[in-house]
C-alpha cells in the first residue's frame, strides 16, 4: 500500500474496537471499562468453577448413583432448577463497584488456587454422597442392582430423599462459596436475588431434612425419617458446606495472586540500578538519623 493512499478497514476491525470505543471526550471510560472488564473476567472465572463443580457432581450422579434406581421426583427437579437458574441469571447481572482496587483478578483457571478448590469441593461432594448412601443402607436395606428398573417411575424412597436434600445443599454451596464479589464486583449481600434465592432454598433444605415443616415434605414428595437419621443428614449437610467453605478459603489464602503486575518487565540491568539507588537511599536516611541522634 502507497504511503499516499487511506488505511484500509477490514472486516471485523469494528466489532473489536467497539467494547474499547467511548462517545466521552474525556477520559472518564478508561475506568468504566477497566471496571466492566474485571467484573467479565471475574464472573467468567466463576462461571467455570461452578459449572465444573455441577457438571462433576452429575456426572456421579447419572452413573453410580442412577444404578442404585435414584430417581427425582418433578417438584424436586422444579426446585433444585429454579434454584439454579436465579443462581445463574444474578451472577449475570452482578455490577462491578465504583472504586478501583489494587489487586487483580486471576487472569486464567490454570493455577494452584482454582484447580486444587474444584477437586478439594469435589472430592467432598462426593464423600458426604458416598457416606450418605452407606447411611440409608443401614436404614434401608440396599436393592439387588439386577432386580432394579431404570427406566420405571419414580418411587419416593429413603435413598432418593437424603440423597436429593443433600445434592440440593450441595448445589447451594457451590453457588454460595464460589462467588466472587468485593473488590470487584457487588458482594452477594448486595445482589439481592441471589442472595434472597439462596436463603430461601436452603430454608427448604434443612427444613425438610428436619421435617420442621411435614407439609413440604409431603409436595416434594419425602418419606418419612427416623430421628436418628435426621441428625445425621443434617449434620452431614453442615459438614459438607463447612468443609467446601474451608477449602475454598485455605486455597484462596495460599495461592491466589492478586498482587499488581508490573506494566513492563525490567531487565536485570535496570533493576540492579534500582537496588543500588535503595540502598543510598537507605543510607542517606540511616545518615540523618545518626546525626540528629548526635546533635541530640
Given at each position: 500500500m502507497n504511503e499516499d493512499e487511506p488505511p484500509t478497514i477490514k472486516l471485523g476491525d469494528a466489532s473489536v474496537a467497539a467494547p474499547f470505543t467511548s462517545k466521552l471526550s474525556n477520559v472518564v471510560a478508561i475506568p468504566n471499562i477497566i471496571r466492566?472488564?474485571?467484573c467479565t473476567l471475574v464472573?467468567?472465572?466463576?462461571?467455570?468453577k461452578i459449572l465444573a463443580l455441577n457438571c462433576l457432581i452429575s456426572a456421579y450422579s447419572l452413573s453410580v448413583l442412577y444404578l442404585d434406581g435414584i430417581k427425582f421426583g418433578d417438584g424436586q427437579v422444579t426446585?433444585?432448577?429454579?434454584?439454579?437458574?436465579?443462581?445463574?441469571?444474578?451472577?449475570?447481572?452482578?455490577k462491578p463497584v465504583?472504586?478501583?482496587?489494587?489487586e487483580r483478578p486471576q487472569n486464567n483457571i490454570w493455577n494452584w488456587y482454582i484447580i486444587p478448590s474444584v477437586l478439594g469441593q469435589f472430592a467432598i461432594h462426593i464423600i458426604?454422597?458416598?457416606y450418605i448412601s452407606n447411611v440409608?443402607?443401614?436404614?434401608?436395606?440396599?436393592?439387588?442392582?439386577?432386580?432394579?428398573?431404570?427406566?420405571?417411575?419414580?418411587?419416593?424412597s429413603l435413598l432418593n430423599s437424603a440423597i436429593y436434600l443433600l445434592q440440593l445443599i450441595q448445589q447451594i454451596s457451590t453457588f454460595a462459596i464460589n462467588y466472587q464479589g468485593r473488590p470487584f464486583r457487588e458482594s452477594i449481600k448486595e445482589n439481592r436475588g441471589m442472595y434472597w434465592g439462596i436463603i430461601l432454598v436452603t430454608g427448604v433444605a434443612f427444613s425438610c431434612a428436619t421435617e420442621f415443616v411435614p407439609e413440604i415434605n409431603e409436595k416434594l414428595k419425602l418419606v418419612p425419617f427416623s430421628t436418628e437419621f435426621k441428625i445425621t443428614l443434617t449434620s452431614v449437610m453442615v459438614l459438607d458446606y463447612m468443609g467446601c467453605w474451608i477449602v475454598e478459603k485455605v486455597l484462596k489464602k495460599l495461592f491466589?495472586?492478586?498482587?499488581p503486575k508490573d506494566i513492563a518487565e525490567r531487565r536485570p540491568d535496570q533493576l540492579e540500578r534500582q537496588r543500588k539507588r535503595e540502598e543510598e537511599e537507605q543510607?542517606?536516611?540511616?545518615?540523618?538519623?545518626?546525626m540528629k541522634a548526635g546533635k541530640a
Open positions: 466492566q472488564g474485571r464472573a467468567t472465572i466463576q462461571m467455570y426446585i433444585s432448577g429454579m434454584l439454579m437458574s436465579v443462581c445463574f441469571l444474578s451472577i449475570s447481572r452482578a465504583e472504586a478501583l482496587s489494587k458426604t454422597l458416598i440409608v443402607h443401614r436404614f434401608e436395606p440396599p436393592k439387588d442392582r439386577s432386580l432394579i428398573n431404570l427406566e420405571g417411575e419414580f418411587e419416593p491466589s495472586d492478586y498482587r543510607a542517606r536516611v540511616d545518615l540523618e538519623k545518626e
